[in-house]
């Protein structure tokens, strides 16, 4: 079986998609299928990771890569009478791992749709966004033999809202153990500091205020010394550094906008504990990078957060600020329930790999063409 895999996103983006690419391809070469991967990498936009990086050196994928705008692909397509899956050599399947569908020929289709957020009337993305979203995701669904999710929350969503039917939906939990991978083996565990910790785009979804409500009490009771923000900006970030430029404890906020995939490790292990009340999540891989590294969670109890975390971390309604601080103060002045959650955390990490996830996406394609 060849299989096309549409690669754009895991060449430039370090986030959600592109990350979620790299990491499958990666765990498919790796499982024996690097032979039968065909990649569509035509992007304008340069390569942001080398090939050692992508896990393709002395792999048998093929790798198409021509700088070309993407915007323009449909119309060379309709020109040329060709589809992305002739531009890779021909393959049995060709799966699209981002909204912007690519003119497929002859292959039988599968997409992956990471979370349905779109559809939420609390504005958590722009109107024109979640209007070309919608249209996306329902344009996946009419083109696709197989619907892969990340979550059986997702998966209801895709099958109540987007009125995908049950038997095409296939759920593949992300696993995390790239962030091990990423670890400097050599240097020792960093000790624990008095920091929390939130990884994540700051946007209004990702509730970055409440967090810093239920942080600003914490710092009063003589808990932590700072909290660590890492990710880019979002929509609605404004509403943020609003409120830390208000806020009593805005010295001891820090952002980061940019943090290298070989650093996370040691900023995940120096924390003592990792925030992260969102309100809507597909998945959230952050969190179960946390756990890997052994740092306690607090989350929110909604959306797929139940699902991936499972007794792992401590669940609160993310919208209630009281709840979001008495969950870390706890964490942080019982030494004996950061701990068991330390080990509740390992052992949920392990048990979401790559490797699972790959093997799962490959039965999805078998699935597409039988």
Request: hydrophobic share 45%.
């Amino acid at each position: 079986m060849k299989v096309g895999i549409d690669y754009r996103s895991a060449l430039v983006n370090r986030e959600g998609i592109g990350r979620a690419a790299r990491e499958i391809v990666r765990a498919l070469i790796d499982i024996g299928h690097g032979p039968d991967l065909c990649l569509f990498g035509w992007t304008l936009a340069p390569m942001r990771f080398t090939r050692s990086e992508l896990g393709l050196v002395d792999s048998e994928a093929r790798l198409s890569r021509l700088r070309f705008p993407s915007r323009w692909i449909p119309g060379l397509c309709e020109r040329t009478e060709r589809g992305a899956d002739d531009f890779v050599g021909g393959c049995d399947v060709f799966h699209h791992t981002q909204p912007h569908l690519l003119p497929v020929r002859r292959a039988a289709e599968v997409a992956t749709i990471f979370d349905c957020i779109y559809l939420r009337p609390g504005g958590f993305v722009s109107a024109a966004a979640a209007e070309t979203m919608t249209a996306a995701a329902r344009a996946m669904v009419a083109r696709s033999a197989r619907i892969i999710v990340p979550s059986r929350f997702v998966a209801r969503e895709v099958v109540t809202h987007l009125g995908a039917e049950e038997n095409r939906v296939h759920v593949a939990l992300l696993g995390c153990d790239h962030v091990l991978r990423n670890e400097h083996r050599t240097v020792p565990p960093p000790r624990r500091e008095r920091m929390a910790l939130t990884v994540s785009r700051v946007d209004s979804r990702k509730n970055h205020v409440r967090m810093l409500r239920a942080f600003e009490r914490l710092v009063a009771d003589g808990l932590v010394d700072r909290w660590v923000v890492a990710g880019p900006n979002g929509h609605g970030v404004e509403a943020f550094d609003a409120a830390v430029a208000a806020s009593p404890a805005r010295d001891r906020v820090e952002r980061l906008l940019h943090v290298a995939d070989r650093d996370l490790p040691g900023l995940y292990r120096r924390a003592s504990i990792f925030l992260f009340a969102s309100l809507d999540e597909g998945f959230g891989l952050p969190p179960l990078e946390a756990l890997a590294c052994g740092t306690p969670v607090v989350a929110g109890d909604n959306s797929s957060m139940p699902e991936v975390l499972a007794d792992a971390a401590l669940l609160v309604d993310a919208t209630d600020e009281d709840a979001l601080y008495a969950a870390a103060r706890r964490i942080l002045s019982e030494p004996d329930l950061a701990r068991d959650l330390q080990a509740r955390g390992l052992e949920r990490s392990a048990a979401l790999t790559w490797r699972a996830c790959a093997e799962s996406v490959w039965q999805a394609y078998a699935a597409a063409i039988s």
